[in-house]
């Protein structure tokens, strides 16, 4: 098996990337780098069973990333072989420093606060809301994928949380 494409799993705790480098490692394949994405942090779709998951303490950076080099290290893989980037709540510098400098991870991935910007290619009305959103308008709800997620509490989303138990049934 080869590829010509990045492979960048997304998983939110270190049980999960032992899982899939055993799994791809059987293939013979390794992944190009994993994001590490918190759900008490990111946007969208959330890695977590339950909304009130998204806190769990095995999410958190430090020790996810801690966690992670030691699965490397029993896998006989070079900590430097596999990126590992932190996403969710890294925008500032700050956060970033201590990412990089302190945890050891190789990257960071920073998405809301570039989905507002001028280069962005989301629709004026969607960065609107996004940008002039306040704290407490963010909300966790279940999709109707059955996941977790996190919005802006638009009328829209306000109606289909009201109604999420009959648009899950079907």
């Known amino acids: 098996f080869r590829k010509n ?4 799993p ?3 705790e270190s049980r999960g990337i032992g899982l899939v480098l055993k799994r791809w490692m059987r293939k013979g394949v390794l992944p190009d ?5 918190h759900p008490a ?3 969208g779709h959330l890695g977590a069973a339950t909304v009130d998951g998204v806190n769990d303490a095995k999410f958190e950076f430090k020790r996810v990333l801690e966690e ?3 699965i490397f290290k029993n896998m006989g893989l070079e900590r430097e072989k596999i990126p590992l980037i932190v996403a969710g709540g890294m925008a500032n510098f700050q956060k970033v420093t201590t990412a990089l400098k302190e945890w050891g991870a190789s990257a960071v991935q920073i998405g809301t606060a570039f989905a507002v910007t001028k280069e ?3 629709h004026i009305n969607f960065k609107n809301t996004l940008a002039g959103a306040e704290r407490e308008q963010i909300v ?3 999709s109707v994928a059955g996941l977790p997620a996190r919005g802006v509490n638009t009328r829209f989303l306000s109606s289909y949380t009201k109604r999420l138990d009959k648009l899950q049934a079907n």
């Open 10 to 12: 997304i998983l939110s």
């Open 120 to 122: 962005g290619d989301a």
């Open 68 to 70: 992670t080099f030691e």
């Open 140 to 142: 966790e709800f279940m």
């Open 5 to 8: 494409v990045a492979l960048f």
């Open 33 to 37: 780098a994993i994001v590490i994405e």
């Open 41 to 43: 942090h990111a946007a």
